[in-house]
C-alpha cells in the first residue's frame, strides 16, 4: 500500500508569489490534514479536509487555504509569500470512522521563500 | 488552551543505555496523547498512543510510555538505546480528540554515541 506522497518535494519561491502543494493520501483515507514545521514554531496545525469539507482549522491567516477533492487528493495554497513561510509542509492522511486513529504522515514538501 | 512542553531539545545517551524523554501537556479533560519520531528527511511516524485504560503504553521499535495523570506527564521510554534510534522526538496531544487536529511539544533531538 503506498504512503502519503506530496509533491514538490522541494521549490524555490520569492516573497509575493504563491505556491500550490499537492498531497495524495493513503488509498481509503478520507481525512487530510496540512502541517507546517519550522524551526522557530515547530509542528503547527493548518487545517484539515474529510470529505471535501475543512472540518478544523489552526491560526493561521488566510493567506493559507487548502482544499480536497472527490478522490480525496488535498491540495494546500499561499499566496502572497512571505519569507517566514519557509517551511516543510507536512500532510497527513487517516482513514474514515476512526475517531482514534493514526494520523500517517507524508515526507513532506519543503519551501523556501526568497 | 492546550500545550504540550518537551523540556529537553536535545539529549545524548551512549548505544545501549535506557532513555527516557519528557513531555509535559496541559489539557483539562482526559487528553488523547501521542508519540511521533521523525528522521532526518523523512515525516513523522507514530510511535505509540494513549487514549484510555491502561497508564502504560506499548509501541513500535521497543518504546513505551507512562501516562501520569497527577503529574500531566507522559513520558517516552526505552531500555536500551541503537544507533538508529538517533532522530527527533515529539510528544502531541489531540485538540479535538479525533486524532486528526494535533498539538506538538517542540520536539527534542537524541543523539546515540558509541
Known amino acids: 500500500k503506498a504512503g502519503v506522497t506530496q509533491t514538490p518535494r522541494y521549490l524555490i519561491k520569492t516573497r509575493g508569489q504563491q505556491v500550490t502543494l499537492s498531497c495524495s493520501p493513503i488509498?481509503?483515507?478520507?481525512?487530510v490534514s496540512w502541517y507546517q514545521q519550522t524551526p522557530g514554531q515547530g509542528l503547527q496545525f493548518l487545517f484539515e479536509y474529510f470529505s471535501e469539507t475543512q472540518r478544523n482549522k489552526g491560526n493561521f491567516p488566510g493567506r493559507f487555504s487548502g482544499r480536497q477533492f472527490s478522490n480525496s487528493r488535498s491540495e494546500m495554497n499561499v499566496s502572497t509569500l512571505e519569507l517566514g513561510d519557509s517551511a516543510l509542509y507536512l500532510c497527513?492522511?487517516?482513514?474514515?470512522?476512526?475517531?482514534?486513529?493514526?494520523?500517517?504522515f507524508g515526507e513532506g514538501s519543503r519551501l523556501t521563500v526568497l | 488552551a492546550q500545550s504540550v512542553t518537551q523540556p529537553d531539545i536535545h539529549i545524548t545517551v551512549s548505544e545501549g543505555a535506557s532513555l527516557e524523554l519528557r513531555c509535559n501537556y496541559s489539557y483539562g479533560a482526559t487528553p488523547y496523547l501521542f508519540w511521533y519520531v521523525q528522521s532526518p528527511g523523512q515525516g513523522l511516524q507514530l510511535l505509540l498512543k494513549y487514549f484510555s485504560g491502561d497508564t502504560l503504553v506499548q509501541g513500535i521499535k521497543g518504546f513505551e510510555a507512562e501516562f501520569k495523570r497527577s503529574q500531566s506527564s507522559f513520558n517516552l521510554r526505552k531500555p536500551s538505546v541503537h544507533w538508529s534510534d538517533a532522530a527527533e522526538y515529539f510528544c502531541a496531544v489531540d485538540r479535538n480528540q479525533a486524532g486528526t487536529a494535533l498539538i506538538f511539544g517542540k520536539g527534542t533531538t537524541l543523539s546515540v554515541s558509541s
Open positions: 488509498s481509503g483515507h478520507r481525512s
Open positions: 497527513a492522511s487517516r482513514s474514515s470512522g476512526q475517531v482514534t486513529g493514526e494520523l500517517f
